[in-house]
């Protein structure tokens, strides 16, 4: 070990030396040498500490930088995942806003409509129904009545809002629809069972249960919808004492369909005010109102519109029968429930669909 005491080479020959060993070296140069050689072993060991000292800072360097790039590609996934649940969801009170500014808009155009006078005119029986225009927007009404979606052409479908959205509630905890008046065309009832998979009651006093060619999906009752009545003859009920009958009192009639060729005005009165009162729950409203039941009886004619604003029904649909009515003697008109409307627009606004 002493001849390589001299100058540079000590140095450099335990550099060469294993690192693992360099604390036993040290102390062996310390036991044989002088105080020549204690002094390079001094240097030796405060020099070999501090290559540790900077090793581990570098390798503290690269954790962090290490350590940062990850923290950068974490915080860029959640920014990402935030801006893509903005897109897909958006926040609630964003949607709710915009649906209060819907709601502003559909209730100015209410007001409006309300503070028209109407008279009706009978050189101009053209313009009976023209007071009375859509009020709303449902953002997903759709032309329905036929098994195959968006084909639904011709007289007999209605507009109806939210097929998906009902199609949905279906699934997940069932949807309710009443068909009043059939004459055996069941083309609506087939729709809704095989798009929607809806529960479905059709009603018509005049067609016996065994002459009803829906049977094997629609549930068949052979009666009107009226006033209750006990006489001879067609049997008529009430909405309430229908639903209540069926146990569908704590229930939501989801489509509530009217095709009963001039009825309308007898049932409709008792079914708006059951609506008014809170004894019905019904969320859509299809009906077609003829011209002929009216006449010029405009207190019979304003009295059903004022009733369903009353019940707070949108009309947010309005069809001119142009099949058999020449397009003004009778006008299909579809309705929904304000806080139906508000959730089938929300799946739309909020992105939810």
């Keep these: 070990m002493r001849r390589i005491n001299d100058g540079g080479s000590s140095v450099l020959v335990l550099l060469l030396i294993g690192a693992a060993n360099l604390f036993a070296v040290f102390q062996l140069l310390a036991r044989q040498g002088g105080e020549e050689l204690q002094t390079t072993a001094k240097a030796l060991e405060a020099v070999t500490a501090t290559l540790k000292i900077k ?13 940062g790039v990850e923290l950068k590609a974490a915080t860029a996934a959640l920014i990402q995942a935030k801006e893509e649940l903005a897109a897909t969801q958006g926040s609630s009170s964003d949607c709710e806003s915009v649906l209060d500014k819907l709601d502003t808009q559909f209730d100015a155009r209410r007001k409006a409509r309300q ?7 009978p050189d101009y029986p053209q313009g009976t129904f023209d007071k009375w225009e859509p009020e709303a927007i449902c953002f997903a ?17 209605k507009f109806v809002c939210g097929v998906d959205f009902l199609a949905k509630k279906s699934k997940n905890e069932g949807c309710l629809v009443y068909s009043v008046g059939s004459n055996n065309d069941i083309s609506f009832e087939q729709a809704v069972h095989s798009i929607m998979g809806c529960e ?4 018509d006093p005049y ?10 999906i629609v549930t068949f009752h052979q009666w009107g919808f009226g006033e209750d009545n006990s006489t001879q003859g067609p049997t008529f009920k009430s909405a ?13 009639i989801d489509i509530f369909k009217i095709d009963c060729e ?7 009165p008792p079914l708006l005010e059951s609506i008014s009162k809170g004894i019905v729950n019904v969320n859509q409203l299809q009906i077609e109102i003829h011209r002929d039941a009216v006449k010029e009886n405009t207190t019979l004619l304003e009295a059903f519109f004022a009733a369903a604003d009353k019940a707070n029904l949108r009309i947010f649909h309005k069809e001119r029968n142009q099949w058999g009515c020449m397009g003004y003697l009778c006008v299909e008109y579809a309705f929904v429930n304000e806080k139906f409307l508000r959730d089938v627009n929300g799946e739309y606004v909020c992105h939810k669909v």
């Design 141 to 157: 009404d759709e032309r329905f009545g036929n098994t195959v979606r968006y084909k639904a052409l011709g007289d007999g479908p």
């Design 55 to 67: 090793k581990t800072l570098e390798d503290a360097v690269i954790s962090t930088a290490t350590a």
């Design 207 to 216: 067609i016996p249960k065994d002459k009803f060619v829906g049977n094997d």
């Design 262 to 268: 001039g009825c309308e005005f007898a049932v409709m």
């Design 240 to 252: 309430a004492t229908v639903m209540k009958e069926l146990h569908h009192t704590h229930r939501a």
């Design 200 to 203: 479905i009651h059709t009603f």
């Design 115 to 121: 503070e028209l006078p109407f008279t009706a005119n």
